[in-house]
């Protein structure tokens, strides 16, 4: 017994500590091998039987699909609808990022310094967040009606000509847009409140001492207090943002004449409803890229500025 | 009976035995189980449970119905089944969609013989109705009805603007003038409009509306995928400028959505309506004095835009017992077609049309002759109910209709879009 410890003991030692890492790597994999399973079956395999797809002229209908080397990808180069959605997408994007980060920001800032009834303002402003989609698209859409809808009623009350709410070009994208963020902000706004909450009291209280206003305290304390939390969340918004699908599919279908038209539901109407699926297949990968792209060069920006 | 129903009930009758009386309520196991898609949700939707549950038991069929919702998710639904080979035994489709739908692929041909076995000939159909189902010779879909777009008005308020007859009916509207002056007459009497349309946001009303009233013109088109779009232009453009003409605010209000424009004729505020019939029975409660015809024939040859649902039978893996079950479901669908007649549909049927009890249903009587003259969708693979087809050209229509787009811009950007989708690879 002690023969064969003394026998092994250099064998290990002069292995290193591999041998001693394998047993803990072993162990290790089974803890994240349920994650993988997953991830691999519902992730990884989708992306790459995805790609696949995108190469050949597969059809929903299990027709088709012949290789068909690069020709979707040039095919949606020259697709106006693409183009058209792409630009639907970023106009979404950017008429509704700022006022997400910006609007939570106050929302949360004016529930924070101490508005009478903290609880009830935190529940309304948090409360829409929590309906589903094709409730916050029935409310909205009742109320945008035109003739005897809540809003355009009450315009004519007042002898204001009625509004198209989701039927005029220019003014449909702004309805949308009003409803997505009367519908999310709510989660940044939480996200916020916590920051919020999280900063320490003395800083505040020798800000105080030291002469400092409700001004200062806000743009010396608060802001930069809270930028990891605004770094993220502008992250996470214009990502949101990109995806948008939801609402628009249910309230305006797209139109006018494609004017809502976000690139997921031209990605949808190719794929589903017209069986292109080796096509939409294209444009998503096209789409996935330019989400890279864009997810690259906000990381670096947001980095820079954080250090 | 087949044999093997005979085997199964067999097999049934010896659970039976071994069981003793626990399997009492296992007896419907020994009917043929099938199972039947449709996307009936509203109130035909119930009609349509009361029809399957009383061929089921007639036929002594198990026929398990499944409800979707209507609209593009159904077909893409349905597609994926058939294509994975998990498909019902039988399914609802709307018949402008069968060419797009790959039939050799998706569905298999029904078995005259076995159909003509269960009483359903070529004959007891409308010829213009019947030649859309076939495929490549053979039969993909049996119509179940026919579902036109039509023109519903209130005889109480059509009496009191004088525009129709001792009969209550309307009097003759034969030019794009007459409409007009009848739906300002019809405006006078109501004091506020004379005709509901609803088509904004919409993905179908105006290009139903639009497509009838081209079809009235006998002008003809052509879209042959790979080929140049044909569509007459300046009809097309003529078609279109009455439309907008009529939408004027004052005849008709041009902003109206789908519902808003049903609510406006319930409630009196107009006296007509462009509508579906299949919003028969919702009028049929609001408006008891109801008039109803089909799209008046306005621009020479009578023609309204119409659709069919048709029971189609999506190809199973292996061939069962479904498929001569589905031949007899489809066909005692048929034979109660009554109560789908009183949803508002036309009864495909032929038999159904020539009975007393059809020939008393009012108003549906009086616009079963749309059934003769069709304005079906173009049969190319892209277009059809719930297609993007409809949904685009809706909304090029539609903008039209609400004077931001000139009809002649209108009618280019239709040319356009046709363009595009003939020169898209066909998926199918």
Redesign the interface.
């Known amino acids: 017994m002690l023969r064969e410890l003394s026998e092994t003991k250099p064998a290990a030692a002069l292995e290193g500590r591999r041998p001693a890492a394998k047993p803990k790597q072993a162990s290790g994999f089974w803890y994240v091998a349920p994650f993988l399973a997953a991830f691999t079956l519902f992730l990884l395999w989708p992306i790459i039987s995805g790609l696949w797809m995108s190469l050949t002229?597969q059809?929903?209908?299990?027709?088709?699909g012949g290789f068909a080397g690069f020709g979707n990808y040039l095919e949606a180069f020259g697709d106006?609808a693409v183009w058209q959605s792409l630009g639907n997408t970023a106009v979404f994007t950017l008429l509704t990022a700022a006022p997400l980060v910006v609007l939570s920001f106050v929302m949360a800032h004016l529930v924070y310094v101490g508005l009478p009834g903290q609880w009830l303002w935190r529940l309304s402003f948090f409360a829409p967040y929590l309906l589903p989609v094709s409730v916050v698209a029935a409310l909205w859409q009742w109320m945008f009606?035109?003739?005897?809808g809540l809003i355009n009623a009450t315009l004519s009350a007042w002898g204001i000509k009625?509004v198209?709410f989701?039927?005029?070009?220019g003014v449909a994208m702004f309805s949308v847009v009003l409803v997505t963020i009367w519908w999310t902000v709510g989660f940044n706004f939480l996200l916020y409140l916590s920051a919020l909450q999280n900063i320490p009291d003395h800083l505040y209280e020798a800000a105080q001492l030291d002469g400092a206003g409700p001004w200062r305290r806000l743009v010396s304390i608060t802001i930069p207090m809270v930028n990891r939390t605004t770094v993220m969340i502008v992250m996470l918004q214009i990502l949101a943002s990109l995806k948008v699908f939801e609402q628009i599919y249910l309230l305006?279908?797209?139109?006018?004449?494609?004017s809502t038209r976000s690139v997921l539901e031209y990605i949808y109407?190719?794929g589903?409803?017209?069986?292109?699926?080796g096509y939409a297949s294209a444009i998503s990968y096209l789409f996935f890229a330019l989400i890279v792209v864009i997810a690259v060069l906000q990381l670096r920006v947001m980095n820079r500025k954080a250090s | 009976m087949s044999r093997r129903s005979i085997l199964r009930s067999a097999a049934a009758a010896t659970g039976l035995l071994a069981t003793g009386g626990l399997s009492a309520c296992a007896s419907p196991q020994s009917a043929t189980a099938i199972q039947s898609w449709d996307l009936f949700s509203g109130a035909d939707g119930v009609k349509m449970r009361g029809m399957i549950s009383k061929v089921s038991a007639a036929q002594q069929l198990n026929v398990r119905p499944v409800t979707l919702a209507w609209g593009s998710p159904y077909y893409t639904k349905l597609a994926m089944a058939a294509s994975s080979g998990k498909a019902p035994d039988t399914a609802i489709m709307h018949l402008s969609r069968l060419a797009g739908f790959a039939p050799e692929r998706l569905l298999q041909p029904y078995d005259m013989d076995l159909l003509a076995r269960h009483g359903v000939v070529q004959e007891d159909f409308a010829p213009a109705v019947w030649e859309r189902c076939i495929h490549n010779g053979k039969l993909f879909a049996v119509p179940m009805d026919t579902h036109p777009f039509i023109l519903l008005y209130n005889k109480d308020l059509a009496a009191k603007a004088g525009i129709s007859d001792a009969t209550g009916k309307l009097k003759d509207m034969a030019s794009p003038q007459a409409f007009m002056d009848a739906a300002a007459r019809m405006a006078e009497a109501t004091g506020k409009q004379g005709l509901s349309f609803g088509h904004v946001l919409d993905s179908a009303q105006s290009w139903r509306l639009f497509w009838g009233f081209y079809n009235q013109t006998g002008a003809s088109y052509r879209l042959t995928p790979g080929e140049p779009a044909e569509l007459d232009k300046p009809k097309a453009t003529e078609v279109l400028s009455f439309l907008i003409e009529l939408l004027d605010g004052k005849k008709a209000a041009n902003n109206q959505t789908y519902h808003g424009a049903i609510a406006d004729f319930t409630t009196g505020t107009t006296g007509m309506i462009f509508s579906g019939e299949w919003e028969l029975p919702a009028f049929a409660e609001a408006v008891p004095n109801l008039g109803a015809m089909p799209m008046p024939t306005l621009f020479g040859q009578p023609a309204s835009y119409t659709d069919s649902h048709v029971w189609v039978l999506p190809r199973q893996v292996q061939d069962d017992a479904g498929f001569e079950a589905a031949h007899k479901f489809v066909a005692g669908i048929l034979k109660n077609g009554l109560t789908w007649a009183q949803a508002g549909h036309i009864p495909a049927y032929a038999p159904i049309r020539a009975t007393q009890e059809y020939r008393a249903l009012v108003p549906q009587v009086d616009y079963a002759a749309a059934i003769e003259t069709p304005a079906f969708d173009p049969a190319v693979w892209f277009a059809g109910a719930g297609t993007d087809f409809q949904n685009q050209l809706s909304q090029i229509l539609s903008a039209a209709l609400q004077g931001t787009v000139p009809a002649k811009d209108a009618v280019d950007s239709i040319v356009d879009y046709l363009q595009t989708m003939l020169s898209t690879p066909n998926p199918t």
């Open positions: 002229n059809s929903l209908t299990g027709a088709g106006k009606q035109p003739g005897f009625q198209g989701l039927d005029t070009e305006t279908n797209g139109g006018p004449r494609g109407d190719t589903f409803s017209g069986y292109r699926l």
